[in-house]
């Protein structure tokens, strides 16, 4: 950094990290030397090591990775060099090489939240869905902890870690919760989630917004219809999280039946689509205009299943897995359950059963352990009379689904 704030920060990058390499070589011993190095490199690309849905490493990300992998081959404790690993492999095709070492890092240093909560960058990405809603819960208590010890609402008192780190933790507890079936930990993380994060934060910071948007996408998910109309918008809610709210409205009356009312709710939202400025948010990594044509397709998919135009309901979803297969990475995931499980579903009442099976797998290695696509699966096998694999697929399906065992069904998918 300089204290000229018109220096350019990316020449500055570039100077510190060509000259941590410097240092890097002439004390390659030092494993605190070695981890400021690859975060060095990590500032050039920030979230961004991997080319081909992450299974190429950009050229730097060969280095950082190597430098980490050393320091933690001599010292694997080290929760400097963890918590950058997990962040460096995290989008890979292999997040599995860091699970061993996330394991560890909770226990290295308990009395931080954010660090206690980063295993779940790879539980997420490997499919443990409850190790890293246990995972959140506990780096929750030490953020409440500290909060507590230093009298701070964290509600009510503005900054990066109560409008950021503090809610990243809740939304990934919510999120984890959401794929296990755990209504009541979603219900508690959603409510905490509803005071927090400023609105004068979230409109600088863009990727603040997808925390305040989250717990309509939750109710979306799991609440009755009833529940989901009686929520109120915020007032002088951004245009990113009314949408999301509509969207929740249009899901809630499409189950309903009330087509018409549901097809308004697409309406507004594509009104938000073209009439709001979101130039804040795509500068700061938000895809808010793909966002939102992504709900607005799924709530007329949903109108159209309801309404048994399956075909229709189809081509709606497919143009919306066009548009989630095109977004960025981002933990928790910009969108908020794989669109392919939704089409398996459609699939399923077409008659479709290989296409169903192949979206439902197509889901599972996007989501591993994903007990929405298990449960898919099983019913495949169970009506194409593949006894042996549908119990086989039961039996995974209980083991990762901690909700109420009848609560899944194909209209929820």
Avoid: C
């Amino acid at each position: 950094y300089s204290a000229d704030t018109s220096a350019d920060q990316g020449a500055l990058n570039q100077a510190y990290a060509a000259a941590m390499a410097e240092l890097a070589d002439r004390h390659s011993q030092d494993d605190e030397i070695a981890t400021l190095y690859a975060d060095a490199l990590m500032n050039l690309m920030p979230w961004d090591y991997w080319l081909d849905g992450g299974a190429t490493p950009k050229p730097d990300t060969v280095k950082l990775v190597a430098s980490l992998e050393r320091v933690l081959a001599r010292n694997p404790d080290h929760a400097g060099a963890i918590h950058l690993y997990i962040h460096a492999v995290e989008a890979s095709t292999t997040p599995e090489r860091a699970e061993a070492h996330a394991d560890r890092l909770a226990a290295l240093m308990p009395g931080a939240g954010h660090i206690v909560h980063m295993p779940a960058h790879i539980y997420h990405q490997v499919g443990r869905w409850t190790d890293s809603l246990e995972i959140n819960r506990e780096a929750v208590a030490a953020d409440e902890a500290y909060f507590e010890r230093v009298g701070i609402a964290p509600e009510s008192t503005p900054g990066v870690y109560t409008d950021g780190y503090y809610p990243h933790n809740l939304h990934f507890l919510m999120t984890s919760a959401q794929m296990a079936g755990d209504v009541e930990a979603i219900a508690e993380a959603a409510k905490k989630l509803e005071s927090l994060v400023s609105d004068t934060m979230a409109r600088k910071v863009a990727g603040l917004q997808p925390i305040k948007a989250a717990p309509y996408f939750a109710h979306a998910q799991y609440s009755d219809p009833e529940v989901i109309l009686a929520l109120p918008l915020p007032a002088n809610a951004l245009p990113y999280v009314e949408a999301t709210w509509r969207y929740a409205r249009g899901v809630a009356f499409a189950a309903k039946g009330a087509s018409e009312a549901a097809r308004a709710e697409t309406a507004a939202i594509r009104k938000l689509a073209a009439e709001a400025d979101f130039s804040t948010e795509t500068a700061g990594g938000l895809p808010a205009p793909n966002l939102l044509e992504l709900s607005a397709l799924i709530v007329e998919a949903r109108i159209a299943q309801h309404q048994g135009n399956l075909r229709e309901a189809r081509n709606k979803l497919e143009a919306a897995v066009a548009i989630e297969d095109g977004l960025a990475y981002m933990e928790p995931a910009y969108w908020y359950y794989p669109v392919r499980q939704t089409l398996g579903a459609v699939y399923i009442a077409m008659g479709e059963h290989e296409a169903a099976a192949a979206a439902f797998e197509h889901v599972l290695e996007q989501t591993p352990n994903n007990a929405w696509a298990l449960w898919g699966l099983r019913e495949v096998f169970r009506r194409t009379g593949r006894t042996a694999d549908a119990e086989a697929m039961d039996a995974r399906f209980k083991d990762a689904w901690v909700g109420a065992p009848d609560f899944l069904g194909i209209a929820r998918l």
